[in-house]
């Protein structure tokens, strides 16, 4: 596709079970980003990949959250033993890359999770 | 700590008027800002951006401008559209963040007919 694709859209699961995000981003494109909104709130970042170097996981609120991208492309983010307070939108970005180069990151439509 | 900080969380026009949305920041290492357009259940699209080095970029009806030593950027829409209407988020970069980008936390914009 055109654009940055999110899956699922929306997700709901109760309280302790584990949820995987997925996130297929632009064709070419070699930076991909995890951003989430909680209700109200701004983007907070979670986590930025770049090519095949170490990623950025700075922004992972706990280690309950992890991500992975294989191949380069696709990237995954998980959260373990979900919390209330992990209701929220998940948002992935990407951009063709290159850390530094004026580039706007373009974002796929998020996947709105809610924990019971 | 907020470093992006867009102290209107509303705004309302008439069609055909300016909008003038504001965005501050703390961080003097932020070199790159930018505007997105977000609208419910959608992802922020990317509207207008500007580098440190500049004070002014314009793309048709939006401009952006940066104020560096007040650590200030605003965007105008002028003339404002009904279609205009959605949350505007400022953002900002840090280049040796590795090209993450810090949010601030929106301005609903909503313009009348």
């Given at each position: 596709g055109a654009g940055v694709s999110q899956s699922p859209s929306n997700k709901v699961t109760e309280k302790g079970k584990d949820v995987e995000l997925r996130c297929d981003p632009i064709s070419g494109h070699t930076a991909l980003y995890w951003y989430r909104q909680s209700l109200g709130q701004g983007l907070e970042f979670l986590i930025y990949f770049q090519g095949?170097?170490?990623?950025?996981?700075?922004?992972?609120?706990?280690?309950?959250f992890s991500a992975e991208r294989t191949g380069g492309s696709v990237s995954t983010l998980t959260i373990q033993?979900?919390?209330?307070?992990?209701?929220a939108v998940y948002l992935c970005a990407s951009t063709r890359g290159g850390q530094g180069l004026n580039q706007p990151q373009h974002f796929g439509d998020g996947t709105r999770l809610s924990i019971l | 700590d907020q470093q992006v900080k867009q102290n209107s969380p509303s705004l309302s026009v008439q069609e055909g008027r300016i909008s003038i949305l504001n965005c501050d920041y703390t961080n003097s290492m932020f070199d790159y800002f930018l505007w997105y357009k977000k609208y419910p259940a959608e992802g922020p699209t990317f509207l207008i951006s500007i580098s440190s080095i500049k004070d002014k970029n314009e793309d048709g009806r939006f401009t952006v401008f940066l104020n560096k030593s007040a650590k200030h950027l605003s965007l105008h829409i002028v003339?404002?559209?009904?279609?205009?209407s959605a949350v505007y988020f400022c953002a900002a970069r840090r280049k040796t963040s590795g090209s993450r980008l810090t949010f601030g936390e929106g301005t609903q914009l909503t313009v009348n007919p």
């Open positions: 095949n170097s170490a990623p950025d996981k700075s922004g992972l609120p706990s280690d309950r033993r979900t919390q209330q307070e992990d209701s | 003339p404002s559209q009904p279609g205009d």
